[in-house]
């Protein structure tokens, strides 16, 4: 079936530094997701992004947080500055929405883990 | 505001068992749809079922729920559980508001099966 990718699987990184999560949506798909998953916790909402722009976020979507897919390429996650509360794991997520009604099905990728010491 | 509802955190049963994970929602969207995502560990979470139809049944792999708007329920069942069903579920709702294609989530069933 469809896939979608996430790149990379697991980083480890210094609090304070910038982190980058990419995420290769399912070619054809229009809406792209980024949810978080603290350990041992349910996946949480974090932002949706449609047509170059964020349509919404949640509270947990910080002003450290930033998201873009620029030309179509890759649909990214930047945190900048990291902190030890943004470990967790990411999970990004695409669907294909038709203008009236919509089939909805969430596609998800397998997860990026970030580690912040 | 729209809000998906698992009240069990953890589920505990002994294989051949039936299933039952509840999920109530409500929602302002008049064609919500409901489904029910199944998260092994180390996997990405998958579509189990969904449906938007009130009252039909809808099945997948051995699992079944059926939508009541009257009640805003879609419970997930199973006649028979096995060790392999030991996953995390969620259920979740989706709905357009604007524009915007909007998807809420419960926060989570976990189900652990025992022989």
């Known amino acids: 079936g469809p896939k979608v990718l996430q790149i990379p699987s697991h980083q480890i990184i210094d609090m304070g530094q910038m982190v980058t999560l990419n995420c290769d949506p399912v070619s054809n798909h229009l809406y792209f997701y980024w949810y978080k998953q603290i350990l041992g916790q349910q996946m949480e909402f974090l932002v949706n992004f449609y047509n170059g722009k964020v349509m919404e976020k949640s509270k947990l979507f910080k002003d450290q947080f930033s998201v873009e897919r620029p030309d179509g390429s890759y649909f990214t996650l930047k945190i900048q500055p990291t902190a030890l509360e943004d470990s967790a794991v990411y999970f990004c997520a695409s669907s294909l929405a038709k203008d009236r009604g919509h089939t909805g099905q969430l596609y998800f990728g397998e997860g990026s883990k970030l580690t912040v010491l | 505001g729209d809000s998906v509802t698992q009240k069990e955190g953890l589920v505990t049963l002994t294989e051949g068992l039936p299933v039952m994970l509840n999920c109530t929602y409500q929602t302002i969207y008049s064609n919500a749809f409901l489904f029910w995502y199944v998260h092994y560990l180390n996997e990405s979470p998958r579509l189990l079922l969904k449906?938007?139809?009130?009252?039909k049944r809808t099945e997948h792999q051995g699992f079944h729920a059926t939508l009541h708007k009257s009640s805003s329920s879609f419970h997930l069942q199973k006649s028979s559980a096995q060790l392999s069903d030991s996953a995390l579920y969620y259920c979740?709702?989706?709905?357009?508001?604007?524009?915007?294609?909007?998807?809420?989530f419960g926060a989570g069933t976990r189900l652990k099966v025992i022989a």
């Open positions: 449906s938007s139809t009130d009252n």
């Open positions: 979740a709702l989706s709905g357009v508001n604007t524009g915007n294609y909007k998807y809420v």
